[in-house]
């Protein structure tokens, strides 16, 4: 989180964060204070404006799987940690799973581990890799606090993340879309976003609105700075999904899809 006397910037993994939180630290004056983190009720409770980022939902599943091929990040991790494997035994509340031993459920997951994050340019392992994100018997292995709420139902682990992240209130509530979209504007928390497909542009005109002055120094600081985790694949979002995995996408991350007008690739 990147604060200063007027913007806080809330982190979300895989939304452009990493490059934004780096230029602002370049441009402005102000201070990080940890990552991907909450906005605290005392930092709610003032003037500053909060800004957060958004991706467009077809990419940001892509960059998730692409990002846990390089090793990295907190979805490969918990996908590929057998501990967690175990312990999602204990937070499901689906009786057909709590049936069966932790041993087939252990023997279930291992196409769900390492094998998917092998290699970064085979379609065919991001499309297991997303089927099995969708489906219910294996969300916990994405996110185990996830699967905790009912939303997970009926919206995608992004759109529970975005009320996570963005929203101030209690989600244990939220029983299908309706409810969830009352729920965002009555406590939503971000007053202006940065689509990571127009990173630069959204970024000073968002400070600008902000009451930060950008001078032409540090636009070209943003304009010309590389970005950061670039994904090392080397073809094109349209290569690794086809109808089956287009689908689910729009239907539970309709949310976020709709409020941005996002498409899925073509």
């Known amino acids: 989180m990147f604060i200063n006397d007027k913007i806080i910037f809330i982190e979300q993994p895989k939304k452009g964060s990493t490059h934004i939180?780096?230029?602002?630290?370049?441009?402005?004056?102000?201070?990080l204070i940890g990552k991907h983190n909450k906005v605290s009720s005392d930092l709610l409770n003032n003037r500053r404006k909060i800004i957060g980022s958004i991706r467009n939902p077809w990419e940001r599943y892509l960059s998730l799987w692409a990002f846990g091929c390089r090793g990295m990040g907190g979805v490969h991790q918990n996908t590929t940690n057998s501990h967690n494997n175990y312990r999602v035994?204990?937070?499901?509340?689906?009786?057909?799973?709590?049936?069966?031993?932790?041993?087939?459920l252990f023997q279930d997951r291992i196409a769900f581990r390492k094998d998917l994050y092998v290699d970064i340019d085979d379609a065919e392992r991001f499309r297991r890799w997303l089927y099995l994100s969708q489906d219910k018997n294996y969300r916990?292995?994405?996110?185990?606090?996830?699967?905790?709420?009912?939303l997970s139902?009926?919206?995608?682990?992004?759109?529970?993340?975005?009320?996570?992240?963005?929203?101030?209130?209690?989600?244990?509530?939220?029983?299908h879309l309706e409810q969830l979209k009352i729920f965002i504007d009555?406590?939503?928390?971000?007053?202006?976003f940065i689509r990571n497909e127009f990173l630069e542009d959204d970024l000073i005109?968002?400070?600008s609105k902000c009451?930060?002055?950008?001078?032409q120094l540090n636009r070209q600081v943003i304009y010309c700075t590389d970005k950061s985790n670039v994904s090392l694949r080397k073809v094109s979002t349209r290569y690794y999904y086809d109808t089956d995995t287009i689908e689910p996408i729009r239907q539970r991350e309709q949310f976020v899809i709709e409020k941005f007008g996002y498409q899925p690739p073509s």
């Open 186 to 192: 009555q406590n939503g928390i971000v007053d202006y």
């Open 140 to 150: 916990g292995d994405i996110d185990l606090e996830y699967v905790n709420f009912p």
């Open 153 to 175: 139902e009926f919206a995608g682990l992004l759109t529970y993340r975005y009320l996570d992240l963005f929203c101030n209130g209690d989600l244990v509530r939220l029983h």
């Open 211 to 215: 009451g930060e002055h950008i001078s």
């Open 89 to 104: 035994l204990s937070v499901r509340g689906n009786n057909s799973l709590n049936e069966r031993t932790p041993d087939s």
């Open 21 to 31: 939180r780096k230029l602002l630290s370049q441009i402005l004056d102000g201070e």
């Open 205 to 207: 005109a968002v400070l």
